[in-house]
């Protein structure tokens, strides 16, 4: 592949029968994936690395709740593979979970988008958001610019610019990892998407998050007062973000045919 690039495949389980087809699939197309070994949060909280720190009052604020462990380590899953791709030197990380299956056209849209320098490009998402038509990529497939977050983090790929917003922004810990990616307008992360999508994903099937009963911590009176000041700033901090970009956004609008396989995309 002419630029520097890594392809992780995350999963707590290489040799489960789809993570094992989805590496076959990925390099039938020309893509040289590696797998990525998961963090596991199912047997208790993964140890932070240094840099690293979970934001717990911000989370309840926020959230109303602390990230379960599995969250946890779904959340470290993605940050680490990131981490890993940009200490090593890669100009671009494509991350992909071992529940997705790769289209056909997955290996020629992956290099098309290598060539357009982008902070973050979803190959897949599970919301149906409101987007601009950029210009075509390969065959059917387009690159938009989504108005708002895409939600879900099964496929995606970063650029070196992307990896460094994200790395530098989600090592603050307070949300689930597909949420940061939604919230790209408090670190100024300019994300694309392709559509219709080039993966989709197999319900029920992923070893990256198995969530287990938790006892969850209730939000304390100042959180609840605080909720909606917070929630304030947010939202004015997506607008200024949007009104920054507004060429990009001024045209969009929701798609009129189906953009993926994906069962839960709504």
């Known amino acids: ?13 290489p040799a489960s029968e789809n993570a094992q087809k989805l590496m076959a699939d990925l390099n039938g197309q020309g893509i040289d994936a590696e797998i990525f070994p998961a963090i596991d949060g199912r047997v208790g ?14 989370a309840m604020v926020r959230h109303g709740k602390h990230l379960t462990a599995s969250e946890l380590g ?19 990380v ?51 610019r989504p108005e708002r977050g895409g939600l879900g983090t099964q496929a995606y ?16 810990i307070y949300e689930p990892v597909d949420k940061v990616f939604d919230h790209f307008f408090l670190f100024d992360l300019n994300v694309f998407a392709v559509e ?13 998050v198995k969530l287990a009963k938790t006892v969850v911590d209730k ?22 973000y949007r009104f920054r970009h507004w060429r990009d956004f001024s045209q969009s609008a929701m798609p009129e045919h189906k953009v993926g396989r994906t069962e839960r995309a709504r």
């Open 157 to 172: 790929v970063l650029n070196r610019v992307g990896m460094k917003k994200f790395i530098d922004y989600a090592q603050n």
């Open 45 to 58: 909280t993964p140890i932070l690395e240094s840099g690293e720190q979970i934001l717990g009052n911000l």
């Open 74 to 92: 779904c959340y470290l899953s993605h940050l680490r593979a990131v981490k890993a791709a940009y200490r090593d030197g890669h100009e671009y």
């Open 1 to 13: 592949m002419p630029k520097k690039c890594i392809c992780w495949v995350i999963s707590l389980n």
């Open 196 to 208: 219709p999508h080039v993966a989709y994903e197999l319900v029920h099937e992923t070893s990256v």
């Open 219 to 240: 939000p304390l009176l100042w959180h609840r007062l605080v909720f909606h000041p917070a929630k304030l700033w947010f939202s004015l901090r997506r607008h200024f």
């Open 94 to 144: 494509c991350v992909i979970e071992d529940d997705v299956v790769i289209e056909n056209l997955f290996g020629d849209v992956y290099r098309a988008v290598l060539d357009k320098d982008l902070d973050m490009v979803r190959l897949m998402s599970l919301r149906i958001r409101k987007r601009t038509i950029i210009e075509p990529l390969v065959g059917e497939h387009n690159l938009v």
